[in-house]
Nanobody, 123 residues
């Protein structure tokens, strides 16, 4: 199992930047993917970025492509999300998630979640 703890959220003006981090504790070696999700009040949860921990392949939601960058350290113990050119519509609770199963990763059926960190972007 893996335990995830996010940090780095906060308030920023539009156009600014924030970096979120997710510390992973436990059995990180066998993780196959790690993702960042977000959920705004009244909206469905959305995966904004994903990284396959083996080969480092990444995927991004269209809404953040070119502005957000997901990365991990070599030990898979830290997942980062660099967020640039932030917009008010990026305001949400951001969650780190991890999976040992490629199938669950593809189906967005993650079993392991952090507690979330709030990002607020003002105009």
């Amino acid at each position: 199992q893996v335990h995830l703890v996010e940090s780095g959220g906060g308030s920023v003006q539009a156009g600014g930047s924030l970096k979120l981090s997710c510390a992973a504790y436990g059995s990180t070696y066998s993780l196959v993917c790690m993702s960042w999700f977000r959920q705004a009040p009244g909206k469905e949860r959305e995966r904004v970025a994903n990284i396959y921990t083996g080969g480092g392949g990444t995927n991004y939601a269209d809404s953040v492509q070119g502005r957000f960058t997901i990365s991990q350290d070599n030990a898979k113990s830290t997942l980062n999300l660099q967020m640039n050119s932030l917009k008010p519509e990026d305001t949400a609770m951001y969650y780190c998630a991890a999976e040992y199963s490629t199938d669950r990763c593809r189906r967005l059926n993650f079993r392991y979640w952090g507690q979330g960190t709030q990002v607020t972007v003002s105009s």
